[in-house]
């Protein structure tokens, strides 16, 4: 059985909402370990957004019997330090396994859940209840914070059948190389057509004797950019130095950012009405 699920975490409370995909039913638990391991009992397959880098760790760490003041320090150890939530020892130690997914994965980078709220038109509101509050919920706050937590899960659902025909392409791939659905789902794009392809890790050490192509129409591309791209071949560089590097320049009014993996940019709030049948001038 397949449940939307989403947490949230306070000083001295922690809130898990899951909702069956088929019934509609939501199950509400609040600062209750047992009753959290006997919903898992029922080996529930897991779809969240973001949950892999977040939520899965809370989880864990209230499968472990954590009181709600360690489930907030792998909260702060996540969100506030910026750690990997499996090197938390809470974590790290956890003998429970699950199966999920994340409809975070192949989504555009930085691409948050209020903002697809926003696109689908859903009330954005967050709520007032201050996640820094160093007291215990009072009734009223944690009926606010589940409120809103079951609408984060509603936000989610929506996403899920926005991208289902996406999920079964994914599927049918994965059956046709013998994946199993539950590994395949957990599988980025990239993961799953490595996987697919039966990729093998290899070892190369070549990425600095790039050559650029004879065709390469030179005359188009200011010094500057090709002076960014020969510092590859100065080996008193890193490749930290190297690679994790960018430049950025103006093409006529545009402001651009060019760097390994290629070059964007967008003049802000630009807009054209088209008098003819030109639909995008390049």
């Known amino acids: 059985m397949t449940y939307i699920f989403d947490c949230e975490v306070f000083a001295f409370d922690w809130l898990f909402v899951f909702k069956n995909l088929e019934s509609k039913e939501y199950t509400i638990i609040h600062n209750d370990n047992d009753a959290v391991k006997s919903f898992m009992e029922n080996d529930p397959l897991l779809a969240g957004f973001n949950n892999k880098h977040y939520d899965q760790f809370i989880l864990k760490a209230v499968l472990s019997d954590a009181t709600p003041e360690q489930v907030k320090e792998v909260n702060d150890y996540v969100i506030v330090h ?22 975070f994965d192949d989504c555009q980078a930085g691409l948050s859940l209020k903002a697809i709220e926003a696109h689908l038109g859903m009330d ?8 820094n509050i160093d007291r215990s919920l009072t009734e009223q706050e944690l009926e606010e914070t589940i409120f809103y937590c079951k609408h984060d899960v509603d936000a989610t659902e929506r996403l899920y059948y926005l991208r289902k025909n996406y999920i079964e392409n994914k599927l049918m ?25 039966d990729a093998q890790p290899k070892e190369h050490d070549d990425e600095r004797e790039y050559v650029y192509p004879d065709n390469l129409l030179r005359e188009y591309i200011p010094q500057k950019v090709f002076d960014f791209f020969n510092r590859i071949y100065d080996h008193s560089l890193s490749d930290d130095e190297v690679f994790k590097s960018k430049l950025n320049f103006n093409i ?27 639909v995008v001038r390049v």
């Open 124 to 131: 954005i509101r967050e709520s007032e209840v201050d996640f």
């Open 173 to 197: 791939l994965a059956r046709i190389k013998g994946i199993p659905d539950n590994r395949a789902l957990y599988m980025t794009n990239a993961k799953l057509t490595a996987a697919y392809l």
């Open 82 to 103: 910026g750690e990997v939530g499996w090197q938390h020892p809470l974590v790290r130690d956890c003998k429970y396994y699950f199966e999920q997914f994340d409809l």
């Open 252 to 278: 006529g009014d545009c402001e651009v950012t060019i760097a390994y993996g290629g070059i964007h940019g967008a003049i802000p709030c630009y807009r054209e009405r088209s008098e003819t049948k030109e």
